[in-house]
């Protein structure tokens, strides 16, 4: 899989499916989930909604997916990631998962191409250097003969330095 990092709006990628750091209502939020939720439409939210009347929830580390809706790619993966509470190794393990989820659920649907945004790093508090060396690892580590191209989407300045910084030492 290929490895790529840009700094931008999630929202305006082009491709097979983008993750979103959802909370567990699926209803939508701040940050990145408000952000898919407003620009990806009412269907985003109806397809949301329709899972949660089927199986409540979404667990933290777990992930669903719904068509794009008004975005560019066909699909979103919404992923849940953990809130910061200091606890590293049970935070780490949840995160990971996020990940995992995303690119399992991506390669059942035949996803060539996926975007990240940076999860758990803005209201959940996340350790962005822990957060980014998780996502590479996990993504790194992932062994698929479906998905061709995993694209970091980094919101702002911080977040792509440290991306850049950890993508440096294995490129």
Request: with cysteine; net charge negative; proline share 2%.
């Amino acid at each position: 899989m290929n490895i790529e990092l840009i700094k931008g709006d999630i929202t305006k990628i082009e491709g097979d499916a983008i993750v979103n750091a959802a909370n567990s209502s699926l209803l939508g939020g701040g940050g990145v989930d408000g952000a898919i939720h407003r620009a990806g439409g009412k269907q985003i939210l109806e397809e949301c909604m329709a899972i949660r009347n089927r199986q409540g929830k979404c667990k933290t580390g777990e992930a669903i997916v719904t068509t794009g809706g008004n975005l560019p790619a066909k699909y979103v993966i919404h992923t849940v990631g953990p809130v910061w509470n200091g606890d590293e190794e049970k935070g780490s393990k949840l995160l990971a998962n996020c990940y995992i989820k995303s690119l399992k659920l991506a390669e059942s649907l035949d996803v060539k191409t996926i975007a990240f945004p940076n999860i758990s790093t803005g209201i959940y508090r996340f350790p962005k250097e822990l957060a980014a060396k998780i996502a590479i690892d996990e993504v790194r580590n992932f062994k698929s003969e479906i998905i061709e191209k995993v694209v970091f989407v980094c919101f702002d300045d911080e977040n792509e330095a440290i991306y850049n910084e950890f993508l440096k030492e294995i490129r």
